[in-house]
């Protein structure tokens, strides 16, 4: 029996009958696919096709145009797995790619983007109704709205999760702003990602694969540094996971953990396949010299610890969407959902002519099962045996910006995240500071300051925080003593202060690794511990105030990147104010 077929009739969601019914009687001999079927490393690795999001005119770089759509389309994950259904990003339906097109822009060069959605009436994976969801009053169409992820940019092209809209703008959400949105590009140099946002449909319209790579680029800045640089040996990688049934579709769960309270909806997602740039486990030829990956985990729900096993390093020169200080080493790298590490690897200083990136990180992380065969590779570096000229380098300085100062702090907030459990102790919702997502703002800093935030974790899950707009640092980590006593304490009273936090927040300190003490824009909240963060709403390469007004509708929000908890809603609004 498959994992659909287990329903019984009252708890059976109609887009999961839908999908039955669309797949035909065949569906019967249907089953998930067996990872092992799938020979790894048989792929090669793609490039996502490349758009400048700029014009040269008379050499000079001029503002462009875009016009991406969002289509339902067939894509070949595997050499021996048949064409799978997806939603593609691209410039048309012929050349969408899973992940989409990586557009590089220039700093101080603006990008608009009318983000198209072409998708059909009916979404291709089952969703779930009885959390707060984007719904169409027709319910015809697939909601959809790109959140350009790390933009420093204006409300207005932000993808509010309610700005959604339906193919041809036929449906719109209760916040939509406009069909083009306006990247000013204005912010430091470093790695964006763009996918959709829409509410409660975020897990699924990701799993379709609505994700892809975009780049602000400062030469003037970035040229001196002399990292490895051009398409061959700079290189985006967007590693996701997924399942796929014996027939190609991909694999979403079609009943909850708490079917009488959620027919769907589960707290975490998680696939045996690995899939990096469209390809499970692919493969790359590389030369003996120093290459640049920008790694994005786009997944649902599942950390990444990547090691080689060859003992290759990483060396980190960015994290999210900045550059650190200085470059830092590191044998093995831990990405949360969202988080990108931006690294060279030099494979001249490898011993072996192939290595494989591979991963150890439990799920759900940090306490869950361990990784398996499949789970646990990611793909294999084919390396050349002869030597070749490398002019990169990796200098000791890389782009230095301000150092936190928290006594400049404006306000101080305290960020308390809970879950909630049925009575056979299943995660039936999260939420903020014990609030819904519809609530009204609390969150109001000012345009211009930087605020300190003690986010409380009091669950049992590591929960990778995204704040929009914003960028911080983290400052630390502090373990909670006693921490059943003071979680009693907040769910009655549901405020920090008053529950005396700094009485609990005195156990073991956990260190941030050295390649993530700059600026971020999502971090790994540990649970049961207490992080300090240093929030700045401004630029932090220069002085400049904001080249547009943030005090605007429909304004931000802040959330847990872990995709199901989003959904599901882990996720407050964010208002700036003059």
Known sequence: ?????????????????????????????????????????????????????????????????????????????????????????????????????????????????????????????????????????????????????????????????????????????????????RYFNNQQPGNLWYHDHALGLTRVNLLAGLIGAYIVRDPAVEGPLGLPHGNEFDRPLLVTDRSFYTNGYIYMNCTGDNPTIHPQWQPEYFGDVIVVNGKAWPRLTVQRRKYRFRIINASNARFYRFFFSNGLRFIHVGADSAYIGAPVLTNETLLAPSEIADVVVNFSESMTDTAILQNDAPYPFPSGDSVNEFNGKVMKFIIEKNPTVDTSRVPDSLIQYPSPDSSS????????????????????????NGLKYEDPVTEIPKVGTSEVWYVINLTEDNHPVHIHLGLFVVLDQTELVNEDEFKNCMLKMNDAVKCHVSKYARGNKTEVPAHERGWKNVYKMLPGYV???????????????????????????????????????MMRPLKLVK
Request: with cysteine; glycine share 6%; hydrophobic share 35%.
């Open 1 to 181: 029996m498959t994992q659909m077929q287990k329903f019984t009739l009252p708890h059976f969601h109609l887009t999961c009958l839908a999908l039955f019914l669309l797949l035909g009687t065949s569906w019967a001999a249907v089953g998930l696919l067996d990872p092992a079927k799938l020979k790894m490393f048989v792929d090669d690795l793609p490039d996502m096709p490349r758009i400048p999001a700029f014009d040269l005119v008379n050499g000079y770089p001029k503002s462009k145009s875009l016009k991406i759509g969002m289509f339902e389309r067939t894509w070949k994950f595997h050499r021996d797995l048949p064409q799978t259904p997806v939603f593609a990003f691209g410039t048309s339906k012929l050349t969408a790619t899973v992940p989409g097109p990586t557009i590089e822009a220039l700093q101080g060069v603006e990008t608009y983007v009318t983000w198209q959605n072409q998708l059909p009436p009916m979404h291709i994976l089952p969703w779930d109704p009885t959390i707060p969801t984007a719904v169409s009053p027709d319910h015809k169409g697939v909601p959809t709205v790109v959140h350009l992820h790390g933009n420093i940019g204006q409300p207005q092209s932000d993808g509010h999760s309610t700005s959604w809209f339906t193919a041809g703008f036929k449906e719109k959400g209760p916040m939509w702003t406009n069909a083009t949105y």
């Open 531 to 569: 992080t300090k963060i240093l929030v700045r709403f401004a630029y932090i390469h220069s002085n400049q105030s904001y080249t547009f007004d943030a005090t605007a509708e429909p304004g931000y929000v802040y959330h847990c990147h872990i995709l199901d908890h989003e959904d599901n809603v």
């Open 409 to 432: 702090a404006s306000h101080t907030r305290y960020i308390a995240l809970y879950e909630y459990t049925s009575s056979t102790d299943d995660p039936t919702h999260l939420l903020i």
